[in-house]
């Protein structure tokens, strides 16, 4: 049994606010504590070093907690519940959160420190950096009672690329959720007809006829791919799903109706300790309308 907790970072924003509603029923139905994290101010983290080296002295008032811990006073069906109030950087204070839980889900725009995925450097430095699952709540995202309406899970499989760990986790969401789950798959797609016209391709490379294999090939490698996990998880609903090129666009274009895309973290190491993430995970957080999982492999893998 998992009992690693759901932990949401808020900052008292809106945005933070969000990503909170949507943890909630997400810890109730992984039956897992939810830790609700808030990285202190800079100045707020000077004042307490100073105050340190007068002695023993009363306990750093956090108002943002203090905020969301009445807003949450009295509600009914709440999971476990623990505050943390952390000091650091926002991303290596979240970072080593991570290393004990689930997942980490926070809004997709922030303010101070903890500032949006798009936007900001700490949050970015979180998603590609996290040991744990990130999940990243946009605006205007489905959350609490409104996710009910939400549709189905979305895996973006990488047949080259993709780890267990990412498709473990779709699958455990779905199941989580009781929803179908659609796995979907790109195969190259023969170029624009415009860049033949100026010259870029050579006579006979826009042969549709040749791309044919390619999408049997991936169709083929996508079933063996899954079938383990069809065993492990048959009460599942799976729709495999083979679409032409451009990954990002087609996963953008399910979140508009899915409740939760799912992709990997592809990561490519330029020098030790330096990271990129996939192109794919990138396009997908900046533009998905759902909230968007970024699942990294183990460490060594």
């Avoid at 949401?8 to 943890?23: K, N, T």
């Avoid at 623990?82 to 959160?97: C, N, P, T, Y």
């Avoid at 689930?102 to 950096?129: C, E, H, K």
């Avoid at 953008?252 to 330096?274: C, E, F, M, N």
Wanted: charged fraction near 25%; hydrophobic fraction near 45%.
């Amino acid at each position: 049994m998992d009992t690693r907790p759901v932990v949401v970072a808020v900052d008292g924003s809106d945005h933070s606010l969000r990503a909170l509603e949507w943890a909630i029923p997400t810890a109730r139905r992984l039956a897992a504590d939810l830790v609700i994290a808030h990285v202190l101010p800079d100045a707020t983290q000077l004042w307490a070093a100073r105050r340190s080296t007068l002695g023993p002295g009363p306990a750093l008032n956090d108002p943002v907690t203090d905020r969301v811990r009445a807003a949450l006073s009295g509600r009914d069906g709440l999971p476990s519940v623990r505050f943390d109030s952390l000091e650091g950087e926002v991303a290596d204070a979240l970072h080593a959160l991570g290393a004990e839980a689930r997942m980490l889900v926070m809004g997709s725009r922030g303010r101070g420190g903890f500032a949006s995925l798009l936007l900001g450097s700490n949050s970015l430095a979180v998603a590609t950096r996290a040991p744990c699952p990130v999940v990243v709540v946009p605006p205007l995202a489905r959350t609490g009672e409104d996710e009910r309406t939400a549709g189905r899970v979305v895996l973006g499989l990488n047949l080259g690329d993709t780890v267990d760990e990412v498709i473990d986790f779709a699958f455990v969401e779905a199941r989580a959720r009781n929803v179908p789950l659609q796995v979907l798959s790109a195969y190259p797609a023969p170029p624009p007809a415009a860049l033949m016209v100026a010259g870029e391709f050579p006579p006979g490379r826009l042969d549709v006829d040749q791309y044919e294999p390619a999408e049997r090939d991936v169709r083929r490698d996508q079933a063996e791919r899954l079938h383990p996990f069809e065993e492990r998880f048959p009460d599942v609903e799976v729709d495999a799903v083979i679409a032409p090129a451009d990954a990002a666009g087609h996963l953008v274009d399910a979140s508009a109706s899915a409740a939760l895309i799912v992709v990997g973290r592809h990561r490519r190491r330029l020098k030790p300790g330096s990271l990129l993430m996939g192109s794919v995970a990138h396009a997908v957080l900046h533009h998905a309308e759902c909230p968007v999982a970024v699942v990294p492999a183990r460490e060594g893998d």
